[in-house]
């Protein structure tokens, strides 16, 4: 597709419920990036995928947090049990390759409210 | 954390004068870059500088980088109404491959 497409764009989920959030990166791009935004913050990272691996998994806040990227392509990002400070909005970025030199294109997110 | 830091947090001009950001950043990077974002949701990608570089322009855009002092400057020209929003500058660190984002700097031009 010409731009990062993320769905839903806003969520709203009672506690201890389970969101999957997903994103289409642009065609052809191999690196794929998710990040989170809590309310007037900057962006936290969370995991990276290369074509269908995740090299680095070190900024999943818990084991309530799993991603998975398919066919190099659409990626899921799932929270279990969900509890009100995962509140935030979730981004998702694609880059050509994860080699330097790349800035990233970011989808428009999925606002995430839980109650 | 290797989060850098953005200043000021907040900035308020008038339409048609400059805006400077400062980024700091804590160990050797590949590259630093620039990003906008507007209203909360995606940010846009503006410039991106190489460690060998030292200043680089794009149209009102100009970005600097002191290597030594582990900084970098974004100078917007002859500002606008709609340059109104926050601005992020990203690291890619030495044998990291993911950028790292700095806490942001909000603008507003006033018009």
């Known amino acids: 597709g010409a731009g990062v497409s993320q769905s839903p764009s806003n969520k709203v989920t009672e506690k201890g419920k389970d969101v999957e959030l997903r994103c289409d990166p642009i065609?052809?791009?191999?690196?794929l990036y998710w990040y989170r935004q809590r309310l007037g913050q900057g962006l936290e990272f969370l995991i990276y995928?290369?074509?269908?691996?995740?090299?680095?998994k070190s900024g999943l806040p818990s084991d309530r947090f799993s991603a998975e990227r398919t066919g190099e392509s659409v990626s899921t990002l799932t929270i279990q049990r969900t509890q009100q400070e995962d509140s935030a909005v979730y981004l998702c970025?694609?880059?050509?390759?994860?080699?330097?030199?790349?800035?990233?294109?970011f989808g428009s997110g999925t606002r995430l409210t839980v109650v | 954390s290797q989060q850098g830091e953005e200043d000021p947090q907040a900035l308020s001009i008038q339409e048609g004068e400059n805006a400077t950001m400062n980024c700091s950043y804590k160990?050797?990077?590949?590259?630093l870059q620039w990003y906008r974002q507007n209203s909360g949701r995606g940010l846009v990608h503006l410039i991106l500088i190489r460690s060998n570089e030292r200043e680089k322009h794009s149209g009102r855009l100009r970005v600097t980088l002191d290597t030594s002092k582990k900084s970098s400057s974004l100078l917007i020209t002859a500002s606008r109404a709609a340059d109104t929003a926050s601005y992020f500058c990203a690291s890619r660190y030495f044998g990291n491959e993911k950028l790292t984002f700095g806490t942001g700097t909000r603008l507003t031009i006033i018009p």
């Open positions: 160990t050797s990077i590949n590259n």
């Open positions: 970025a694609s880059s050509y390759t994860t080699r330097s030199g790349y800035g990233y294109t």
């Open positions: 065609s052809g791009h191999t690196a």
């Open positions: 995928f290369q074509g269908n691996s995740a090299p680095d």
